[in-house]
């Protein structure tokens, strides 16, 4: 059982379009992050949030955390090319950063 | 900066075989730490490291060994391999490995056991 559930799956979309992708767990976490993996290479950190309720911005990317700390999501507006990637949340678990399985957005152009 | 460094890139195996993926960071971080994905299954961790000389299991430690002798180095082995152990391999690194520090990957290790 994941202890993070991303979803969806898979996203494919044409350019221009806006989506979100949501990462759910059934327990309470203290923050979470957002990675971005592109093919052949390591995740990068796109955000870490930390309080309940919290929105932040990067860019065309729209991260939201949860007002009771379970959830989050992240939503992309007038996707791009470049934003295809694998999207990776994690939350902390005392020393450890698990993972949740991921989104793996295709954007057409 | 280099930041994170694995090594190999690719590597094949035959089943029984043993080997050891390198990990090295030139950040001066305190915490490193081992991951393998699986298609479908995200990043699960394998052993992570506070500091030197201090290592412990995550959440996949089964047929895999570390070892922190120096801050810079962590590498991973593997003494029998089997081929559940087929999977991209990548190292992390974080300055103090508390619950809001970023992880700096490496490029991963691409291992297939047969």
């Known amino acids: 059982t994941q202890l993070l559930e991303q979803s969806p799956q898979f996203l494919s979309i044409q350019e221009g379009e806006n989506l979100t992708v949501y990462c759910n767990s059934s327990?309470?976490?203290?923050?979470l992050q957002w990675y971005r993996q592109e093919p052949g290479e390591g995740p990068v950190l796109l955000v870490t949030?930390?309080?309940?309720?919290e929105v932040k911005k990067l860019k065309r990317l729209t991260f939201q955390f949860g007002d009771a700390r379970k959830d989050s999501s992240l939503h992309i507006t007038a996707a791009q090319p470049g934003d295809t990637g694998l999207y990776l949340c994690?939350?902390?678990?005392?020393?450890?950063?698990?993972f949740g399985a991921g989104t793996i957005l295709r954007v057409k152009s | 900066n280099a930041g994170v460094t694995q090594t190999p890139k690719f590597q094949v195996l035959k089943t029984g075989q043993s080997m050891t993926l390198q990990c090295a960071q030139d950040m001066n971080h305190e915490y490193m730490s081992w991951y393998r994905q699986d298609p479908g299954m995200g990043l699960r961790l394998i052993h992570y490291s506070v500091g030197a000389g201090i290592t412990d299991q995550g959440e996949v430690p089964n047929g895999y060994n570390v070892s922190r002798s120096t801050t810079e180095d962590f590498p991973l082995r593997l003494l029998s391999a089997a081929p559940s152990q087929t999977s991209v391999y990548f190292c992390a690194s974080s300055k103090t490995g508390s619950n809001t520090g970023e992880l700096f990957f490496g490029e991963g290790s691409r291992l297939t056991v047969l």
């Open positions: 994690a939350r902390d678990r005392g020393n450890k950063l698990v």
């Open positions: 327990s309470v976490f203290s923050s």
């Open positions: 949030v930390v309080t309940g309720g």
